[in-house]
C-alpha cells in the first residue's frame, strides 16, 4: 500500500481501477516533514496577519490553501 499527496487533478473510478490525472504528486517519502511543518507557520502567520480591514481577500485565500496543503502533507507523512 502506498500514500500519495496529490494536491490538485483529476481522478476517476471505474470497475474497481483508479485513475489519477495530476501535474504533481508526492510519496510519503518525498514529503519534507520539517518543510511542511514551516510552511504550516508561514500560512498561519499570513493569516492571522491579514485578518485586518486592508487585506486582500485573494492574500487570505492563497495562505488558507497554503496552510492546507501544509496539513495534507503533515497527514500523509504520518500514515503508517
Do not use: C, W
Amino acid at each position: 500500500e502506498t500514500t500519495y499527496f496529490v494536491a490538485s487533478g483529476y481522478a476517476h473510478v471505474r470497475n474497481n481501477e483508479l485513475s489519477i490525472l495530476t501535474p504533481y504528486l508526492e510519496t510519503q517519502s518525498d514529503i519534507d516533514e520539517s518543510r511542511a511543518k514551516e510552511a504550516k507557520q508561514r500560512a498561519e502567520k499570513h493569516l492571522y496577519a491579514s485578518s485586518g480591514e486592508d487585506s486582500s481577500s485573494v492574500d487570505r485565500g492563497r495562505a488558507l490553501l497554503a496552510m492546507l496543503r501544509s496539513e495534507e502533507r503533515l497527514f500523509v507523512k504520518s500514515q503508517k
